[in-house]
């Protein structure tokens, strides 16, 4: 049989069929960070991560061109050999002092800094991940060698019965032990329960590591993510630098001589060329801004709270986020995919999840608004959720008595601006 044959069916009709066709949809020239032109549609983009608003924002626009003036478009190599620049080692010192870390290496991508774990599982070790875990952690633990439980999603007794399962003579825990979760998970929006992991790991002798993809710049009094949310420090943080720093990249940072061993030992770092000149000016110009603006997280913390008490107000479920990533349960594929071309016509566009990066029947259309938005184009995100969930029957036709509303994850202390 060819082994080609299985990409036959996937025609432009299969995809418009199977509404598989809202996927890769190309923007046009016209995108400023909330509203773009799609295929000549006009649409509030909600399905951005770039949370703080500054992919549009002249400052960092601006780095990012300097850079490419004065380094060029490409490094054309691996940091190991031809792609370091010294603005590389200046956002892994920024990106390090800002985690609270004593290093960090920056990579091409979020991805890619995830995959920087693999040569930490080795034989003998184990690792124990959140169910709900990005993908791209999933795919670290597939590259390495040590084996692997996943816990129920926050579901910490679940996770200390597999601990202690470890612990016991016997097992194939030859090694050492290593607990993955995100910080704010990517499609559910709740954040990880740290301080408990943590508790969890301390009695069992095991690590851990956060992925603050979706928590860096929006959580903690100075935006340092998950960790600081709770005043803790994970052993090892990751992140994507295509959201709060409105670049693309990604960062691992650590202890210095964890990092240092990665850095020599991770394929993912090695072989791969190093990230662009002007991907990384954006990042640190993103990171000066985060810093010193924390009325940026005020705002897409408050535009997240009024978007999920507006939304559950309509009668809309937003499940256990309490962050700007906001979940809107559509169950069943075929409405999900419906409702989200209804709300594309309405002017509105969300990210349709389903299976499989959800389970069957937990379909969400997930809504982000960026400190960017209006509260004009927050009520028009609305207005268009409420006809469009009322014609297609996702809430009732008239609003609820009464709902649960969100309270936000905001800093438990005041603000803090560091510079
Ligand atoms: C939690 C999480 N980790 C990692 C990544 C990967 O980041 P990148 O898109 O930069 O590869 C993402 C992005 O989708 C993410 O949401």
């Not at 795919?139 to 390495?144: E, F, T």
């Not at 803790?232 to 240092?260: E, H, Q």
């Not at 939304?311 to 409702?339: I, K, Q, Y």
Request: glycine share 10%; charged share 25%; net charge neutral.
């Amino acid at each position: 049989m060819d082994i080609l044959q299985k990409c036959r069916p996937w025609t432009a009709e299969h995809l418009l069929v199977t509404g598989r066709d809202c996927y890769f949809r190309a923007v046009g020239d016209t995108f400023d960070g909330t509203e773009a032109d799609f295929q000549g549609r006009r649409v509030i983009v909600a399905a951005s991560h770039d949370y703080l608003g500054l992919s549009a924002e002249p400052r960092v626009r601006e780095a990012a061109v300097a850079a490419v003036r004065r380094f060029g478009t490409s490094l054309g190599g691996s940091r190991a050999v031809s792609g370091s620049l010294e603005l590389h080692e200046e956002l892994e010192r920024g990106l390090a002092a800002f985690l609270g870390h004593e290093a960090a290496v920056v990579l091409p991508s979020g991805y890619q800094a995830n995959l920087m774990l693999t040569p930490l599982l080795g034989d003998g070790d184990m690792v124990f991940s959140d169910f709900s875990n990005h993908v791209s952690l999933e795919d670290a633990v597939r590259l390495g060698r040590a084996k692997e439980r996943k816990f129920l999603h926050g579901d910490l007794g679940h996770l200390e019965e597999l601990l202690v399962v470890a612990d016991g003579s016997g097992t194939e825990n030859t090694g050492g032990k290593l607990i993955l979760t995100d910080g704010v998970f990517s499609v559910d929006g709740d954040v990880c329960d740290l301080p408990g992991l943590m508790k969890l790991a301390d009695a069992h002798g095991a690590r851990v590591v956060v992925d603050s993809s979706h928590d860096l710049g929006v959580l903690g009094p100075t935006g340092a993510g998950a960790g600081e949310h709770f005043g803790l420090r994970p052993d090892l943080v990751t992140g994507a630098l295509s959201k709060s720093l409105a670049s693309v990249g990604g960062v691992i940072a650590g202890p210095a001589d964890v990092i240092r061993y990665l850095r020599f030992h991770a394929r993912a770092a090695l072989f791969t060329a190093a990230a662009s000149p002007a991907n990384v000016a954006a990042a640190l110009a993103s990171l000066r801004i985060l810093r010193a603006e924390p009325e940026r997280r005020v705002r897409v913390l408050d535009l997240a709270e009024r978007l999920h008490n507006g939304l559950r107000a309509l009668g809309f479920d937003t499940g256990a986020s309490v962050t700007p990533v906001v979940p809107v349960l559509v169950s069943g594929r075929e409405r999900c995919l419906r409702v989200w071309r209804r709300l594309f016509d309405a002017g509105v566009f969300a990210a349709p999840m389903v299976h499989p990066v959800v389970r069957a029947g937990r379909e969400v259309l997930r809504v982000t608004l960026t400190a960017a938005h209006t509260d004009d184009q927050l009520e028009r995100v609305l207005a268009a959720f409420e006809h469009v969930g009322r014609v297609e029957g996702v809430i009732p036709g008239s609003a609820p008595a009464a709902h649960t509303p969100v309270r936000i994850a905001r800093p438990r202390g005041p603000l803090a601006t560091a510079r």
